[in-house]
């Protein structure tokens, strides 16, 4: 869920004009799933743009104190959202941590580095989500580590029913500064793709497994 339309769309704009979002339904990419894809989504690049990563930063502060209140700590999913996720708990003036995708597997064996204490109120900061899978094993890490996790604020999300459902069944509450539709309503308002290409791009996300195989 968006946090609203006007950030959904001024996010939309921003990830296209740096190239942080590709449309190439002509000449589809290859996720590491092996899905085939007309979209290419690569939120790192923010990073490498002042103006953009402190709108993003601001937002993702103005808007997590809005629906979740001041947590006690900020923390990213490695490895996309540890810059980010760092920018926004600076900004709030609180402490950071993040969490791996998996256990180290030597020294302390830390799945979650940084200091948090058990009971400590935390909302996670992702870059980008899929099937939310990953995203959610994040999740459950801080919470074996005592963390009362409150929410998960992402930039962006394809918004797939996959995703949909195991948020919900997980009962942990997402809010995105963009999603999937609204990027497609301004790519088409500012010429980014065609009509044509707007149904490609929609019958994709209707079955992303089996596109275009």
Request: hydrophobic share 40%; glycine share 6%.
């Amino acid at each position: 869920m968006i946090f609203n339309k006007d950030t959904a769309e001024k996010t939309a704009e921003l990830l296209l004009q740096i190239n942080a979002i590709k449309l190439n339904p002509k000449n589809p990419f290859t996720w590491a799933s092996g899905w085939n894809s007309p979209i290419y989504c690569d939120n790192r690049l923010i990073l490498s743009f002042p103006a953009i990563r402190n709108f993003v930063r601001e937002e993702f502060s103005k808007h997590i104190e809005k629906e979740f209140g001041k947590p006690d700590v900020i923390a990213g999913v490695a490895t996309g959202a540890i810059g980010i996720g760092m920018l926004v708990a600076e900004y709030m003036g609180l402490p950071f941590v993040y969490v791996r995708p998996e256990p180290k597997k030597h020294g302390r064996q830390n799945q979650v580095e940084g200091f948090l204490q058990k009971g400590q109120n935390v909302v996670v900061v992702e870059d980008l989500i899929s099937t939310g899978n990953s995203s959610l094993i994040a999740v459950e890490a801080l919470k074996e580590a005592g963390a009362h996790v409150k929410g998960m604020v992402a930039i962006f999300t394809y918004g797939f029913d996959a995703a949909v459902e195991n948020f919900k069944k997980a009962n942990v509450d997402l809010h995105t500064l963009a999603d999937y539709n609204h990027l497609l309503e301004l790519a088409v308002a500012k010429n980014y793709i065609t009509e044509k290409e707007l149904k490609t791009l929609q019958e994709w996300r209707e079955s992303p497994s089996t596109w275009n195989v």
